[in-house]
Protein backbone atom coordinates (compact mmCIF):
# COMPACT_ATOMS: atom_id res chain seq x y z
CA UNK A 1 0.00 0.00 0.00
CA UNK A 2 1.06 3.27 -1.01
CA UNK A 3 2.56 5.22 2.55
CA UNK A 4 -0.13 8.37 1.61
CA UNK A 5 -3.04 6.22 1.37
CA UNK A 6 -2.12 4.51 4.33
CA UNK A 7 -2.02 7.51 6.25
CA UNK A 8 -4.81 8.99 4.91
CA UNK A 9 -7.03 6.11 5.58
CA UNK A 10 -6.18 6.43 9.27
CA UNK A 11 -7.83 9.85 9.10
CA UNK A 12 -4.25 11.94 9.80
CA UNK A 13 -5.72 14.48 6.56
CA UNK A 14 -6.37 14.05 2.72
CA UNK A 15 -3.38 12.93 0.32
CA UNK A 16 -2.93 16.38 0.04
CA UNK A 17 -2.22 17.15 3.65
CA UNK A 18 -0.90 13.38 3.69
CA UNK A 19 2.05 14.50 1.27
CA UNK A 20 2.81 18.02 3.02
CA UNK A 21 3.66 15.79 6.28
CA UNK A 22 5.97 13.99 4.50
CA UNK A 23 7.75 16.72 2.09
CA UNK A 24 7.98 18.56 5.85
CA UNK A 25 10.36 15.03 7.10
CA UNK A 26 7.82 14.07 9.70
CA UNK A 27 7.57 10.16 8.27
CA UNK A 28 9.98 7.47 8.71
CA UNK A 29 9.75 3.38 7.19
CA UNK A 30 11.78 1.56 9.22
CA UNK A 31 13.68 4.79 10.51
CA UNK A 32 14.08 5.85 7.17
CA UNK A 33 13.03 9.14 6.43
CA UNK A 34 10.57 8.83 3.53
CA UNK A 35 9.39 12.16 1.06
CA UNK A 36 7.88 9.82 -1.55
CA UNK A 37 4.20 9.77 -1.36
CA UNK A 38 4.51 6.62 -3.64
CA UNK A 39 6.86 5.19 -1.47
CA UNK A 40 5.06 1.15 -0.68
CA UNK A 41 4.65 -0.10 2.99
CA UNK A 42 3.45 -3.19 4.30
CA UNK A 43 1.35 -1.92 7.38
CA UNK A 44 1.37 -5.99 9.08
CA UNK A 45 5.43 -5.95 8.70
CA UNK A 46 7.04 -2.30 8.74
CA UNK A 47 7.04 0.22 11.41
CA UNK A 48 5.76 3.62 10.57
CA UNK A 49 6.47 6.65 12.34
CA UNK A 50 4.80 10.38 12.22
CA UNK A 51 6.82 12.68 13.99
CA UNK A 52 8.40 10.04 15.67
CA UNK A 53 5.43 7.88 17.11
CA UNK A 54 4.49 4.66 15.85
CA UNK A 55 1.47 4.92 13.86
CA UNK A 56 -0.46 1.93 14.43
CA UNK A 57 -2.05 0.74 11.27
CA UNK A 58 -5.55 -1.52 11.47
CA UNK A 59 -8.73 -2.01 9.30
CA UNK A 60 -11.53 -2.93 11.23
CA UNK A 61 -12.38 -1.15 14.51
CA UNK A 62 -14.47 -2.54 17.15
CA UNK A 63 -15.66 -0.67 20.18
CA UNK A 64 -18.06 -1.74 23.11
CA UNK A 65 -20.26 1.37 24.31
CA UNK A 66 -22.10 1.16 27.63
CA UNK A 67 -24.85 3.41 25.88
CA UNK A 68 -26.17 6.52 27.55
CA UNK A 69 -30.26 7.18 27.34
CA UNK A 70 -30.86 10.50 25.17
CA UNK A 71 -28.65 9.74 22.49
CA UNK A 72 -29.89 7.70 19.35
CA UNK A 73 -27.97 4.23 17.64
CA UNK A 74 -26.78 5.81 14.65
CA UNK A 75 -23.97 7.10 13.21
CA UNK A 76 -25.23 11.03 12.10
CA UNK A 77 -28.53 12.86 12.51
CA UNK A 78 -29.79 16.33 12.30
CA UNK A 79 -31.28 16.80 15.23
CA UNK A 80 -30.59 14.36 17.74
CA UNK A 81 -26.92 13.20 19.39
CA UNK A 82 -26.18 10.38 18.63
CA UNK A 83 -23.76 7.31 20.02
CA UNK A 84 -21.22 8.40 17.01
CA UNK A 85 -20.53 11.67 18.42
CA UNK A 86 -20.02 9.94 21.74
CA UNK A 87 -16.57 8.93 20.06
CA UNK A 88 -13.41 10.42 20.38
CA UNK A 89 -11.96 11.29 17.02
CA UNK A 90 -9.27 8.86 16.51
CA UNK A 91 -12.01 6.38 16.84
CA UNK A 92 -14.58 8.40 14.52
CA UNK A 93 -11.93 8.61 12.00
CA UNK A 94 -12.51 4.59 11.31
CA UNK A 95 -16.18 5.32 10.39
CA UNK A 96 -17.96 3.10 12.62
CA UNK A 97 -21.57 2.01 13.00
CA UNK A 98 -23.71 1.03 15.88
CA UNK A 99 -24.57 -2.70 15.27
CA UNK A 100 -28.33 -2.90 15.71
CA UNK A 101 -30.04 -0.59 17.54
CA UNK A 102 -31.21 0.52 20.84
CA UNK A 103 -34.32 2.78 21.57
CA UNK A 104 -33.15 6.44 22.46
CA UNK A 105 -34.13 5.81 26.38
CA UNK A 106 -32.86 2.21 26.29
CA UNK A 107 -28.96 1.74 27.76
CA UNK A 108 -26.34 -0.93 27.83
CA UNK A 109 -23.71 -2.17 25.77
CA UNK A 110 -23.57 -1.33 21.99
CA UNK A 111 -21.26 -2.78 19.40
CA UNK A 112 -19.80 -0.48 17.64
CA UNK A 113 -17.19 -1.57 14.04
CA UNK A 114 -16.32 -0.68 10.93
CA UNK A 115 -16.91 -4.27 10.10
CA UNK A 116 -19.62 -4.71 7.84
CA UNK A 117 -19.48 -8.21 7.41
CA UNK A 118 -19.46 -9.28 11.07
CA UNK A 119 -21.70 -6.70 11.89
CA UNK A 120 -24.48 -8.81 8.76
CA UNK A 121 -23.45 -12.30 10.72
CA UNK A 122 -24.87 -10.61 14.08
CA UNK A 123 -27.60 -8.75 12.62
CA UNK A 124 -29.04 -11.35 9.91
CA UNK A 125 -32.46 -12.47 11.37
CA UNK A 126 -31.59 -16.36 10.12
CA UNK A 127 -28.79 -16.06 12.43
CA UNK A 128 -30.78 -15.66 16.20
CA UNK A 129 -28.23 -14.30 18.06
CA UNK A 130 -29.13 -13.77 21.74
CA UNK A 131 -29.70 -10.63 23.36
CA UNK A 132 -29.94 -10.63 27.04
CA UNK A 133 -31.71 -7.13 28.81
CA UNK A 134 -32.29 -6.41 32.12
CA UNK A 135 -35.49 -5.00 32.94
CA UNK A 136 -37.67 -3.03 35.68
CA UNK A 137 -41.13 -3.64 34.86
CA UNK A 138 -44.02 -1.25 36.17
CA UNK A 139 -45.92 -4.41 38.08
CA UNK A 140 -45.40 -7.69 39.41
CA UNK A 141 -44.20 -10.43 36.76
CA UNK A 142 -45.27 -14.09 37.13
CA UNK A 143 -44.43 -17.43 36.23
CA UNK A 144 -47.53 -17.33 33.64
CA UNK A 145 -45.25 -13.85 31.95
CA UNK A 146 -42.11 -16.73 31.91
CA UNK A 147 -44.38 -19.03 30.05
CA UNK A 148 -46.26 -16.93 27.97
CA UNK A 149 -42.87 -15.94 26.73
CA UNK A 150 -41.46 -18.93 26.35
CA UNK A 151 -44.09 -19.91 23.61
CA UNK A 152 -44.27 -16.40 22.03
CA UNK A 153 -46.60 -13.59 22.60
CA UNK A 154 -48.33 -12.03 19.71
CA UNK A 155 -47.18 -8.44 18.92
CA UNK A 156 -49.45 -5.49 18.29
CA UNK A 157 -48.96 -5.96 14.63
CA UNK A 158 -50.26 -9.47 14.98
CA UNK A 159 -46.65 -11.09 14.77
CA UNK A 160 -45.90 -13.79 17.35
CA UNK A 161 -42.39 -13.72 18.63
CA UNK A 162 -39.87 -16.42 18.87
CA UNK A 163 -39.51 -18.41 22.41
CA UNK A 164 -38.06 -15.79 24.98
CA UNK A 165 -36.31 -16.53 27.82
CA UNK A 166 -37.38 -14.74 31.08
CA UNK A 167 -36.18 -14.74 33.93
CA UNK A 168 -37.78 -13.04 37.30
CA UNK A 169 -34.96 -11.39 39.35
CA UNK A 170 -37.33 -9.31 41.92
CA UNK A 171 -41.03 -9.59 41.44
CA UNK A 172 -43.25 -6.82 43.17
CA UNK A 173 -45.37 -3.82 42.57
CA UNK A 174 -42.07 -2.96 40.62
CA UNK A 175 -40.55 -5.99 39.29
CA UNK A 176 -36.74 -6.85 37.82
CA UNK A 177 -36.29 -8.83 34.97
CA UNK A 178 -33.91 -10.32 32.69
CA UNK A 179 -35.24 -11.36 28.99
CA UNK A 180 -33.32 -13.11 26.32
CA UNK A 181 -34.42 -12.82 23.42
CA UNK A 182 -32.93 -14.10 19.40
CA UNK A 183 -34.60 -11.61 16.98
CA UNK A 184 -34.92 -7.67 16.98
CA UNK A 185 -37.78 -6.48 16.12
CA UNK A 186 -38.51 -2.99 16.52
CA UNK A 187 -39.23 -2.10 20.36
CA UNK A 188 -39.16 -5.85 20.95
CA UNK A 189 -38.99 -6.14 24.92
CA UNK A 190 -41.21 -3.31 25.32
CA UNK A 191 -43.83 -4.58 23.16
CA UNK A 192 -44.00 -7.99 24.29
CA UNK A 193 -44.58 -6.59 27.59
CA UNK A 194 -47.26 -4.78 26.39
CA UNK A 195 -48.58 -7.97 25.10
CA UNK A 196 -48.94 -8.90 28.62
CA UNK A 197 -50.42 -5.81 29.96
CA UNK A 198 -46.78 -4.77 31.54
CA UNK A 199 -44.40 -1.89 30.84
CA UNK A 200 -41.20 -1.70 30.68
CA UNK A 201 -39.99 1.51 33.11
CA UNK A 202 -35.96 0.98 32.07
CA UNK A 203 -34.19 -1.29 29.83
CA UNK A 204 -30.69 -2.04 29.59
CA UNK A 205 -29.01 -4.76 27.12
CA UNK A 206 -26.37 -7.02 29.24
CA UNK A 207 -25.43 -9.15 26.54
CA UNK A 208 -25.12 -9.86 22.82
CA UNK A 209 -24.21 -13.09 21.77
CA UNK A 210 -20.71 -13.78 23.61
CA UNK A 211 -20.27 -10.11 24.23
CA UNK A 212 -21.27 -9.03 27.66
CA UNK A 213 -21.51 -5.65 28.82
CA UNK A 214 -18.49 -4.37 30.61
CA UNK A 215 -20.05 -2.71 33.97
CA UNK A 216 -17.08 -1.19 34.95
CA UNK A 217 -18.15 1.45 31.85
CA UNK A 218 -20.02 4.36 32.67
CA UNK A 219 -22.67 5.26 30.99
CA UNK A 220 -21.65 7.37 27.69
CA UNK A 221 -17.57 5.59 27.99
CA UNK A 222 -17.06 2.77 26.03
CA UNK A 223 -13.40 1.15 24.83
CA UNK A 224 -11.82 -1.47 22.42
CA UNK A 225 -12.76 -4.85 22.76
CA UNK A 226 -10.62 -6.84 24.72
CA UNK A 227 -8.17 -9.88 22.08
CA UNK A 228 -10.61 -12.28 23.98
CA UNK A 229 -13.66 -11.01 23.22
CA UNK A 230 -12.77 -9.80 19.66
CA UNK A 231 -11.65 -13.50 19.03
CA UNK A 232 -14.79 -15.18 20.46
CA UNK A 233 -17.19 -12.63 18.96
CA UNK A 234 -15.08 -13.57 15.62
CA UNK A 235 -15.11 -17.33 15.85
CA UNK A 236 -18.65 -16.98 17.42
CA UNK A 237 -20.87 -19.65 15.42
CA UNK A 238 -25.18 -18.75 15.82
CA UNK A 239 -26.56 -21.86 16.07
N1 LIG B 1 -36.26 -3.83 22.82
C1 LIG B 1 -36.78 -2.62 23.03
O1 LIG B 1 -37.97 -2.46 23.25
N2 LIG B 1 -35.96 -1.57 22.97
C2 LIG B 1 -34.62 -1.69 22.76
O2 LIG B 1 -33.92 -0.68 22.74
C3 LIG B 1 -34.11 -2.96 22.55
C4 LIG B 1 -34.93 -4.03 22.59
Known amino acids: ?34 KDAKEHVNPEE ?14 FIYLMMNKP ?9 RYERT ?4 LEMEDAIFSPFPVGRLDKDTEGLLLLTNDGQLSHRLLSPKKHVPKTYFAVIDQEVTEEDV ?19 LAILKSGLRSDIELTI ?32 DETLELGEYRELTEVELKRLLEYEVK
Not at 69 to 77: L, M, N, Q, R
Open 1 to 34: MRIDKMLANLGYGSRKDVKKLLKDGAVKINDKLV
Open 69 to 77: PGVISATED
Open 182 to 213: TEGKFHQVKRMFEAIGKKVLYLKRISMGPLEL
Open 147 to 165: LAFKKGVTLDDGYVTKSGE
Open 46 to 59: DTVTLFGEVVEYKE
Open 83 to 86: VVDL
